[in-house]
């Protein structure tokens, strides 16, 4: 069984910074790309920022420049650093991982439960 936890969400006021961590644990043989979703209230879930096993980084345009994705592939798990936070940053951030549970087997794709993530302005 392979989950994704999430941590370090909260609230902090705009300007300010938080960083999200997303743990991978069960047993699993590899994992691919990592990312992290944002969903606003009565929104959409949309990509915030990706990047592969090899490191190579995706980020949506709106935080291009404020938010930073890194991972440990010995710890198997991604981050999240955001800086210069808006209230518009507001909602539940979720992780989400390509995973190889087995050699023989493709990757299935897995999201953890979310983080509330709260900017006052």
């Known amino acids: 069984q392979v989950q994704l936890r999430e941590s370090g969400g909260g609230l902090v006021q705009a300007g300010g910074s938080l960083r999200l961590s997303c743990a991978a644990s069960g047993s699993f043989f590899s994992i691919n790309a990592m990312a992290w979703y944002h969903q606003a209230p009565g929104k959409q879930r949309e990509l915030v920022a990706s990047?592969?096993?090899?490191?190579?980084?995706n980020y949506g345009d709106s935080v291009k420049g404020r938010f930073t994705i890194s991972r440990d592939n010995a710890k198997n798990t991604v981050y999240l650093q955001m800086n210069s936070l808006k209230p518009e940053d507001t909602g539940v951030y979720y992780c989400n991982a390509d995973i190889k549970l087995r050699y023989t087997l493709p990757h299935g794709n897995y999201w953890g439960q979310g983080t509330q993530v709260t900017v006052s302005s």
């Open positions: 990047i592969t096993s090899g490191g190579d980084t």
